[in-house]
Nanobody
Framework: QVQLVESGGGLVQPGGSLRLSCAAS????????MAWYRQAPEKQRELVAT???????SYADSVKGRFTIPIDNAKYTVYLSMKSLKPGETAVYYC??????????????WGQGPPVTATS
């Protein structure tokens, strides 16, 4: 049984910084890719950033230069470091991971989604 446990959400003032973490646990052999999505009220879920097990990253245009997605492969943990947060980025932030198990099959998993609120 694989679980993704997220932490770090909360309230931040516009222009502030916040770091989210997502730790995977269970029968994991390797990370294919881990990612962060967000869903604002009454909007569709959108992809924010991704990182492969090899360290290749990609970002949504709206967050480039402000967000980073470091990974600790040894701990199966991915982070989302956010700077200069905007009020419009208030959303539930979901961690997603495609992980390879001992059966060599890759499966997707989702975290519970900590809310991030950027407001004064």
């Amino acid at each position: 049984q694989v679980q993704l446990v997220e932490s770090g959400g909360g309230l931040v003032q516009p222009g502030g910084s916040l770091r989210l973490s997502c730790a995977a646990s269970g029968s994991i052999c390797s990370i294919n890719v881990m990612a962060w999505y967000r869903q604002a009220p009454e909007k569709q879920r959108e992809l924010v950033a991704t990182i492969t097990g090899g360290g290749s990253t990609s970002y949504a245009d709206s967050v480039k230069g402000r967000f980073t997605i470091p990974i600790d492969n040894a701990k199966y943990t991915v982070y989302l470091s956010m700077k200069s947060l905007k009020p419009g980025e208030t959303a539930v932030y979901y961690c997603n991971a495609v992980l390879q198990g001992p059966d060599s099959l890759a499966s997707p998993y989702w975290g519970q989604g900590p809310p991030v609120t950027a407001t004064s």
